[in-house]
Structures are given as structure tokens and as C-alpha cells.
């Protein structure tokens, strides 16, 4: 459980990569995330969801300055690690010990010539955290033990393990530095649905028995439902609701979040038949040439004219309850 003190804030963060345009000397960028802000507290897990190519991996990534930010301010625990306004960008080597983050593909982030022992050790060494090779061995080995690993795997190499115990290398890597915040970019999504929970349930426990801070990346909004306290959904690099996760999940207010959640699955026969489902028309919109307004307007069935012309802003609906739709203005 969060203790409501502010760990990580983020302020009108946006993120353009830029791409050749038709003509020569033509710039373009693609608006991956578009001034998105939002808290993240001390010891709560932040889920967020939305369909693929919305933003997701790339707000994570931007967040812990995987990539530099293209204008907005992050703050973490109270200081300032960019600010575009006050041209702020502190060097990440110390922040790297406290800001971690675990790959959606294990199997493409773990080094092919570097044994697990080398993998999980290499931070540790980059930091100085070990005196001698007894106790760098010793920490390897309680890592991997933290993870469900046994010790004579510190002596493989990746191609030797199944997807699952990939993803456990990959969160032993991330725990080595001891961080307090990690970014978990969809880190099941590639795999089996019976390692899905073990891994999330050891997220859990490494969560409570170490206090750390998670931001939880998934296009499963079951399973952020699950594992988060709190909840925001992004749609074309922006957040249209954000909200704790059973009143987000019951009360949905905004229609883009409303349709996501109408799309899952319920075991209940009973209950799917008398289900309504929300069917979007259309396509995602670019994010090289997103639409005027709100972005959501080409496949919402309640948009107007305002919604074409003016874009929403994320407001308070009711007490920690956020969304970004005209049709809520009182």
C-alpha cells in the first residue's frame, strides 16, 4: 500500500521522435506522448493500459530517461530530475540505483554472450556495490534465489532458459541496484498464461518485502486491475482517465475507457450474454498527424463539434477521480 507521499511526479511530459518528411529538409515528429501529467506515490503500483502504439512503453521509458524527454518536468522525490522550462537535466548514473526497469521481451534484452551471473552482476559492478568476488558471488546468488532461480544458473546463458525464467534474469537484474521505483514494461505479455500469475504474484511479494514503487505497463487491463492501485488509460500518447483501480474498473466515465473494459472477458455465460459491448469504428488515427481536438473524437459515438475543435483537459470528475471528456463538463 501506498503511504500518499509523492515519489515521482510528472508534469506536461511529452515525447516527438523525429521522422523524414515527404519533401527534403522536411521535418516531421511522431507525438508518442503528448503532455501527459500525473503523481506516482511511495509504495503503490500505477497501472497503465490502453491498446498497442498508444504511448505505454514509450512514457515508461521517458519517465526513467531511457529516452530523453522532449519538453515537461520530472520530479523525483522532491528533486528535479528534468525540467525543459528551466533547462534541467541532471546526469542519471546516481538515479540509475533508484529508477530500474524490467523489459517486456526478455529474450531480447538479456545479452546472448553473457552468462546470467555476468548479466545480474554487471550493475552491481558498475555501481561499486560489491568489495570482492566472495561477496559479488553471494549477492549473484541471492538474487536469483529472490527470483526462484537456483544458484548453478548464474553459470547459463539465456538460450538455456524458457521465457519465464528469462523474465525472472531480467527482474533479478533490475533488484540488483537495490532500486526503489521500477518501470514494468508489459513484463508478461510474452509469456504463458500459467507463468503470467506466477510472475505477477512474485511482483507482489518483491514489492511488499522490499517496498518498491511500480509503474505497470500492460494492454491487459485484467491483470492491471489486479496488481494495481491506481489506474490510468492513454489513448494516442495522451491519459484520458485516471482513477483507483475498483473505481476505475466500476465507474467508468470517459467512452474510450468504458469500451476497453466492455471488451473483457467474463466467465460467466449468463452474464456475457446480457453484456453490452461497445464496438469502436475505425481506425487509431496517426500519432505523425493526430486530429484536431480530442483525439478521440474520430471513434467516439458521442463526439460533437466541440470535441472536433477543442481539446479536453484532464479534470477531477469526483474526489481521485480524473478524465479528459467534454461530455463531463457540469
Avoid: W
Amino acid at each position: 500500500m501506498s503511504d500518499q507521499r509523492v515519489l515521482l511526479q510528472i508534469e506536461n511530459l511529452k515525447k516527438y521522435f523525429p521522422v523524414k518528411g515527404d519533401r527534403m529538409f522536411e521535418k516531421k515528429y511522431v507525438q508518442a506522448v503528448e503532455s501527459v501529467s500525473f503523481s506516482i506515490y511511495r509504495g503503490e503500483t500505477l497501472g497503465i493500459v490502453g491498446e498497442s502504439g498508444c504511448g505505454k512503453t514509450t512514457l515508461g521509458r521517458t519517465i526513467i530517461r531511457l529516452y530523453e524527454p522532449t519538453s515537461g518536468r520530472i520530479v523525483y522525490d522532491g528533486t528535479p530530475i528534468y525540467d525543459s522550462e528551466q533547462k534541467i537535466a541532471v546526469n542519471m548514473l546516481p538515479y540509475r540505483r533508484k529508477m530500474q526497469i524490467i523489459f517486456q521481451d526478455p529474450s531480447a534484452s538479456l545479452d546472448p554472450r553473457m552468462t546470467v551471473g555476468e548479466i545480474v552482476g554487471e550493475a552491481l559492478d558498475i555501481h561499486g556495490l560489491c568489495q570482492g568476488k566472495t561477496e559479488r558471488r553471494d549477492r549473484i546468488n541471492s538474487l536469483l534465489d529472490e527470483v526462484g532461480l537456483n544458484t548453478e544458473h548464474a553459470n547459463r546463458f539465456p538460450h538455456e532458459f524458457s521465457g519465464g525464467q528469462q523474465q525472472r534474469v531480467g527482474i533479478a537484474r533490475a533488484l540488483a541496484v537495490e532500486p526503489e521505483f521500477i518501470v514494468c514494461d508489459e513484463p508478461i505479455s510474452a509469456l504463458d498464461v500459467s507463468i503470467q500469475s506466477q510472475v505477477v504474484n512474485m511482483l507482489e511479494d518483491l514489492q511488499n518485502e522490499k517496498h518498491l514503487t511500480y509503474l505497470f505497463i500492460a494492454h491487459d487491463i485484467s491483470v492491471v486491475r489486479h496488481i494495481s492501485n491506481r489506474i490510468g488509460v492513454m489513448y494516442l500518447g495522451q491519459m484520458v482517465e485516471l482513477a483507483e483501480s475498483y473505481e476505475l474498473c466500476s465507474h467508468p466515465v470517459h467512452p474510450y475507457t468504458q469500451s476497453l473494459l466492455s471488451a473483457v472477458p467474463i466467465p460467466d455465460p449468463d452474464v456475457t450474454r446480457e453484456r453490452q459491448r461497445i464496438l469502436l469504428e475505425g481506425e487509431i488515427p496517426s500519432p505523425l498527424n493526430p486530429p484536431s481536438g480530442c483525439r478521440f473524437h474520430t471513434r467516439c459515438p458521442y463526439a460533437t463539434d466541440r470535441c472536433r475543435q477543442e481539446q479536453p483537459i484532464l479534470k477531477e470528475q469526483s474526489p481521485g477521480h480524473f478524465a479528459a471528456c467534454h461530455l463531463l463538463d457540469k
